[in-house]
């Protein structure tokens, strides 16, 4: 190979490396909202609810998460499913330090994994071994690994998203995995004494981000609205005692539900004193 031959082969791979390396970038920006410096959102407080936004919990960036076993696109027997997960730089049952471990409900088991199925409320796991039931038919499965205090680690390493068959499918699932999503993931079931004063919302996103000038989730709590423009956990007070109620959508820079199996949940959950 000489001259122009050679010349436009040294450009053809340079620029198949410049694309692939813009297309890690591209993928690489997605999901790693706690290695990204952004400013943290003010305090949002209407009719007695306050939410605080906040990015101070210890990091983990090296964490990593996989599944191995259900395998994606992979079909398993009606019962119990089994779950294999391999894990690095990150401990389970290790309890998370920093102020936050003090003054919102944490688990005396330590950190885990979060183990969602079809956006139903998540089952929480201290081993990367365990078994789980789940109805036959096609489910969307997301994974990622929490802090001792139910706040998910949200980088790209930390999270696994899959579709696992389990016995008879009846109707394969329409669901597109390289679309944006929603997964709620807090609060769940009841609060009391000192933890039914501060209560950390948390929510999991999926091939997209929050933006002033982009998407946004929309949390309607006990029907007062707040846009949340930053994937951040977020300390609820003011809260009634009793049943609360959260509504989360994924919506676009108008307001608009943008489209996805689970961009739209409602949950309660129930404070005493």
């Not at 997605?30 to 210890?58: C, H």
């Not at 395998?71 to 998370?96: H, I, R």
């Not at 990367?128 to 790209?156: N, W």
Request: one cysteine or more; aromatic letters at 8%; glycine letters at 8%.
């Amino acid at each position: 190979m000489k001259g122009p031959a050679l010349l436009l082969a040294g450009t053809l791979l340079l620029g198949l490396g410049a694309c692939d390396s813009a297309r890690r970038q591209s993928d690489n920006s997605a999901a790693t909202a706690e290695q990204v410096n952004t400013p943290v959102a003010e305090n949002m407080e209407k009719n007695g609810i306050r939410l605080t936004p906040f990015t101070d919990s210890p990091k983990y960036p090296e964490a990593q998460l996989q599944l191995k076993s259900p395998l994606a696109g992979s079909t398993v027997p009606t019962g119990a499913v089994a779950f294999d997960y391999d894990l690095s730089n990150f401990q389970l049952t290790k309890m998370t330090g920093g102020m936050h471990a003090h003054e919102m409900a944490n688990s005396e088991k330590g950190q885990h994994i979060h183990n969602i199925v079809d956006n139903e409320p998540y089952t929480a796991h201290y081993t990367t071994e365990f078994t789980k039931p789940i109805a036959d038919g096609q489910h969307v499965v997301l994974s990622f690994l929490s802090r001792s205090y139910h706040e998910s680690l949200k980088h790209r390493g930390a999270f696994d998203l899959r579709v696992v068959s389990v016995g008879k499918v009846a109707q394969p699932l329409q669901v597109d995995l390289k679309a944006p999503h929603l997964f709620y993931s807090r609060p769940k079931d009841t609060y009391s004494g000192n933890d039914a004063q501060k209560v950390m919302l948390d929510f999991y996103l999926v091939n997209t981000t929050l933006s002033p000038e982009g998407n946004h989730v929309r949390a309607t709590i006990n029907g007062t609205e707040f846009m949340l423009e930053q994937w951040t956990p977020y300390m609820m007070e003011g809260l009634p005692m009793g049943q609360n109620t959260i509504k989360l959508e994924l919506v676009d820079a108008s307001g608009t539900l943008i489209p996805g199996p689970f961009n739209s949940v409602t949950r309660t959950f129930t404070l005493q004193p």
